[in-house]
């Protein structure tokens, strides 16, 4: 089967239990679209929920639960983590164990939940990047602070640039021969990266599912040589930064406002909020407004036209906002006009 086959699928609703006083919509399935991740045999909703920020142990407890429910409720069955989400680094599986403990992990064999190790973790040589004692190490705490026995994907978060690859790889496949992961995926790697970690994963029997980067209308990075080669290796992918951390919404459209993520220095700083870029973003909102979309409902759609592109990574601070990125399923056509537009804005 060719994995453009399966894009867009429809599932049928179902029923569901009760649980800690949280029952999952028995229409869940109804409005979200699927599309199958690579050759493999999972499917993932075209828009997956990352806890990156907004669930660790600054952020307030009912908020997120409310997000995760609702996320759930809407089809969403893919949750994103990695061992040092937050902030503080941990506390992000810590929530959201909490959160399937007290009813939403009645429902564990719909979800799919991932994590990572690649980044900082705790001090000492053992603590970061690709070696097997990392790997091993901090997927053992991932799954105690998420109360689980397995996680469905796995990922090395990023390249080490001094551990083998074929240390790292084997990591992983030995992770999924223990039961520990489902599948397992890579992160960050560039084209050349990523087709010598393919070759060591096929060399283990273990492929590699999916592939998570950075992408948006912004940033482009992926497109000349990372996604045609993930296409012809069938292996899916999932962008993170959509949005471009805030730029591609109507936030900055007007300036910084405050306590927003420029003036708290979250990974987006004011230095980045250029007037080419306010420029760009401005142009781009005219050509949603024509669509009846907001820009991020239109950010979304433009990387979902891609049948290559099997998921999007969105965060949310509310119900709300969520409910809003969910819109862009509603319109994810272009004409050959909109498109030519919107190249001659990013070029």
């Known amino acids: 089967m060719d994995s453009s086959d399966s894009v867009n699928l429809r599932l049928k609703p179902f029923g569901g239990n009760v649980a800690g006083g ?3 919509d028995t229409n869940r399935y109804s409005d979200m679209i ?7 045999g999972i499917l993932l909703p075209a828009i997956s929920l990352g806890l990156w920020h907004n669930f660790g142990s600054v952020d307030t407890y009912s908020n997120f639960v409310k997000i995760a429910h609702k996320a759930f409720d809407c089809g969403i069955t893919h949750f994103d983590l990695a061992n040092n989400y937050g902030p503080v680094y ?3 599986e810590e929530n959201f164990g909490r959160i399937l403990k007290q009813g ?7 979800m799919i939940i991932s994590t990572k190790a690649g980044w900082d973790m705790w001090p000492g040589p053992y603590g970061d990047l690709g070696s097997r004692k990392y790997l091993f190490a901090s997927l053992d705490q991932s799954l105690k602070r998420m109360g689980l026995d397995y996680v469905d994907i796995f990922y090395s978060h990023r390249p080490d640039p001094v551990t083998p690859l074929e240390e790292t790889m084997g990591a992983l496949a030995d992770i999924v021969r223990q039961g520990k992961a489902l599948y397992v995926g890579i992160s960050n790697y560039n084209a050349a990266q990523t087709q010598k ?11 590699c599912l999916i592939h998570q980067a950075r992408y948006s209308m912004l ?6 040589e990372l996604l045609p080669l993930l296409k012809k290796e069938g292996v899916g992918m999932i962008a993170y930064s959509p949005l471009a951390q805030g730029l591609l919404s109507d936030k900055y459209l007007n300036g910084i406002p405050e306590n927003s993520r420029a003036t708290r220095s979250i990974s987006l700083t004011e230095k980045q909020i250029t007037p080419e870029i306010i420029e760009k973003t401005g142009k781009l909102n005219k ?3 024509g669509r009846g979309q907001t820009l991020a409902e239109m950010a979304l759609a433009w990387l979902l036209k891609n049948e290559s592109v099997t998921s999007v990574l969105v965060g949310a601070s509310s119900v709300a906002q969520l409910l809003d990125n969910l819109k862009a399923l509603e319109n994810m056509q272009f004409d050959k006009e909109e498109l030519e537009k ?5 070029n």
């Open 197 to 207: 970690a393919l070759e060591i994963l096929n060399g283990h029997r273990v492929p």
């Open 287 to 289: 050509i949603a407004s």
């Open 22 to 24: 949280y029952a999952a």
């Open 104 to 110: 939403l992990g009645v429902y564990r064999d719909e």
């Open 34 to 40: 699927y599309r199958r991740c690579g050759r493999s």
């Open 219 to 224: 940033d482009r990075w992926t497109e000349p």
């Open 342 to 346: 919107i190249e001659n804005i990013l």
């Open 90 to 92: 941990g506390s992000a």
